[in-house]
């Protein structure tokens, strides 16, 4: 199972009710995770207008028996503005790898540690992404060996952005901040 790719799109026949938070594809965080045996605490936040828009969405990902206090796995869907901008920011001013471009603007990086559970390869693979109004961090804290954290993280913000209307144009009112603009 390691070893399998994580597909680009998240396949259309996936219902909302399969999905973990309302926002996550299961089979997704199993590939980067290694297994399918998965505990998932979050949630889709909706603001109160007609439009009933997403307002931030949660997921922090936990593998049954390990003892892991931060998850296996977070993602997080927040407004580009405060911490969330000021982290992506700095991420870009860094020497990280650029997500692809469709995603918006962003950058992926590893960072080697210690095993937190048995089978980890002890990297840690993030993601952080800046589309729209939105920032996307991703945060794979352990990932099996044989696998790329990072890239298991791109690829889950990929999917929260087709199964999530995040929208790529800005719209809150005032100009969007120039890190989301200046590609």
Same mark, same amino acid.
């Given at each position: 199972m390691s070893q399998e790719t994580i597909p680009e799109t998240v396949a259309p026949t996936t219902p909302v009710d399969d999905l973990l938070c309302g926002f996550v594809p299961p089979h997704t965080l199993a590939l980067a995770l290694g297994t399918d045996e998965l505990e998932a605490d979050g949630d889709v936040f909706r603001d109160s207008s007609a439009a009933n828009e997403v307002s931030t969405a949660t997921c922090t990902v936990s593998i049954p028996e390990h003892d892991d206090p931060d998850g296996a796995l977070s993602v997080r869907v927040d407004f580009a503005m405060g911490l969330a901008l000021d982290d992506?920011?700095?991420?870009?001013?860094s020497k990280d790898t650029r997500v692809p471009e469709e995603l918006g603007v962003g950058v992926s990086w590893t960072e080697d540690g210690?095993?937190?559970?048995?089978?980890?390869s002890g990297q840690r693979g993030h993601t952080v992404i800046g589309r729209g109004n939105w920032v996307i961090p991703v945060d794979v804290g352990v990932s099996p060996e044989g696998r #790329? $954290?990072?890239?298991?993280?791109?690829?889950?913000?990929?999917?929260?952005?087709?199964?999530?209307?995040?929208?790529?144009?800005?719209?809150?009112?005032? #100009? $969007?901040?120039?890190?989301l603009t200046n590609r």
């Open positions: 992506l920011e700095r991420r870009l001013a210690e095993p937190r559970v048995e089978g980890s #790329d $954290p990072a890239a298991d993280a791109t690829a889950i913000a990929a999917h929260v952005t087709q199964t999530l209307p995040l929208g790529t144009e800005w719209t809150i009112r005032g #100009d $969007p901040p120039s890190v």
